[in-house]
């Protein structure tokens, strides 16, 4: 995951003008930390609780293959800002 956490300030920056680079680049970072770091494993615990260690694995895998799939699609619909003016 390490090899990751330099690509993410530019692609977050990158997305903004200039002028609302830092706040846009900061809010974006905690929203995903919200949604990435904090509901997953929520979301683990309460299948674990619900469907037992036996089986458990099976259901977070895929909550984890969906929210790969979702970050997938997220950069892959997000405009390149090569060549476009944004500040």
Not at 32 to 52: E, H, N, R
Request: proline share 5%; aromatic share 14%.
């Amino acid at each position: 995951m390490a090899i990751y956490y330099g690509a993410i300030p530019a692609f977050y920056t990158e997305n903004f003008p200039t002028r609302y680079r830092a706040s846009g680049a900061s809010a974006a970072y905690q929203i995903s930390q919200v949604y990435g770091g904090d509901l997953i494993p929520i979301m683990a615990g309460l299948i674990l609780k619900s469907v037992g260690i036996k089986h458990a694995f099976i259901y977070i895998g895929l909550l984890v293959m969906v929210y790969a799939l979702a970050a997938i699609w997220a950069i892959l619909a997000t405009p390149d800002t090569k060549g476009i003016d944004i500040a």
